[in-house]
């Protein structure tokens, strides 16, 4: 079992008062804490090795490269990736999922085919494939749901039609805590000789991810949610399809060779990366894979759930709230969305804010998933491997407390 206890220390920003109470942070789904280990990484790096990288035959450009393209190792191994030609540096998932839908969404879109998306997806997840629809004239079309939010495999089978090209789904969801089947979810897409776009956000930092036994086509995630730095993150493409794109970004890096009127393209997977990347984002993500694999992922997705087993029944149990996603702790992961009754989730996520708690509240960047659950928005507490069982007590303490204040008037 991990030691939540010990492993905080590592973590300096957790070791502060809010409000005049010890922080408790649990809007991890949102966004992770750093560790010193990753900190230090970035440190080291403006303190020893800031050059551009990839052009320089100085010193300094060529430790600056090869530590960026270790960091590109680093990642291609954490989520088993065939070779580091199918990993390419993004800002983050947004811009994963952007590049795949303009450029092959583009390629492979034609009118009247359909695009398959759920309604549980992040807008980064819904306005893009929205956006080629348009362009294409093609359909979007929703997969139906669960009772508990996953999609329905057996009835997605019935609506995936040979018009289907894309399926676009997030691996794990950022409300309802559910982790959705993509294996199988593939293999129904490429049934109809169509292809699986992942949005990995939710899922690559808490569970081990293996892009090829997925088989994925394609696989987007960011390192901010994975205790690495902002602006940074991955896209994952098989190697023929990536080959078989166009670059959605030019200027320098990404080209072969610069004619008058025409241009040729890098090799892969620079042909996507241009002009001067996110170096020391690049390298704080590559240290926030050495921390993670340190620990491992196995650990970290069990001591997750064992937190889950023991909060969520505590959850339930409270008269007025309302939990979203599985009932079942089993079927849960860290995160936990949630209403309480008569009280609007800004006004409670506002008094945890007194009590030292950081919780999300708010439409999540799921607003078609809020007005499929009836709501407007939610209160939303997601845990990490760095949250204790006293962080656990902490928020369920504190969430008694608010209700009986809103109900009588004091705290």
């Known amino acids: 079992m991990i030691d939540a206890d010990k492993i905080k220390q590592d973590f300096p920003i957790l070791f502060q008062s809010v409000n005049d109470e010890p922080l408790i942070y649990l809007d991890n789904a949102a966004t992770s804490q750093k560790p010193r280990q990753v900190l230090d990484a970035i440190q080291h790096y403006y303190e020893h090795d800031n050059a551009n990288i990839h052009r320089g035959v100085h010193t300094l450009a060529e430790r600056a490269t090869t530590h960026y393209e270790e960091a590109r190792e680093k990642l291609r191994r954490f989520i088993n990736a065939a070779s580091t030609k199918e ?84 691996h794990a969801s950022n409300v309802l805590g559910i982790t959705n089947p993509i294996k199988e979810l593939a293999e129904l897409i490429h049934q ?50 990536l080959n078989a794109m166009e670059p959605v970004e030019f200027g320098g890096e990404m080209i072969d060779f610069v004619y008058d009127y025409e241009s040729t393209w890098n090799v892969l997977p620079w042909k996507f990366e241009a002009g001067t990347p996110n170096i020391v984002g690049g390298i704080g993500l590559g240290a926030a894979v050495d921390y993670l694999e340190a620990i491992g992922m196995d650990e970290i997705e069990a001591y997750e759930k064992e937190l889950v087993r023991y909060v969520l029944p505590k959850l339930q149990t409270i008269e007025g709230i309302s939990v979203y996603g599985p009932a079942d702790p089993e079927l849960h ?13 800004h006004d409670l996520a506002t008094a945890f804010d ?58």
């Open 192 to 241: 109809q000789n169509g292809y699986i776009v992942v949005d990995g956000a939710q899922s690559v930092p808490h569970m081990k991810v293996d892009v090829q036994a997925l088989d994925a086509d394609f696989y987007a995630f960011s390192g901010h949610k994975m205790l690495g730095p902002t602006g940074s993150g991955i896209l994952y493409g098989k190697e023929a399809l």
């Open 87 to 170: 990993v390419l540096f993004t800002r983050g998932t947004t811009t994963g999922l952007n590049w795949v839908s303009r450029s092959f969404g583009d390629s492979v879109i034609e009118e009247g085919d359909e695009i398959y998306i759920t309604p549980m997806e992040h807008h980064s997840n819904v306005v893009p494939w929205q956006q080629l629809a348009k362009r294409k004239n093609a359909k979007l079309v929703y997969l139906p749901l669960t009772a508990d939010g996953f999609v329905d495999v057996q009835k997605s089978a019935e609506v995936i039609s040979a018009k289907g090209k894309i399926l676009s789904v997030c």
């Open 333 to 345: 992961t860290g995160v936990i969305t949630f209403n309480l009754d008569g009280v609007h989730p």
């Open 354 to 411: 007194m009590e030292g708690i950081a919780v999300r509240a708010g439409h999540h960047c799921a607003q078609t998933l809020m007005r499929y659950l009836d709501v407007h928005a939610t209160a939303r507490a997601s845990f990490y491997f760095y949250n204790t069982f006293e962080d656990a007590d902490r928020f369920i303490d504190s969430l008694k407390k608010i209700k009986e204040f809103f109900k009588d008037g004091f705290i």
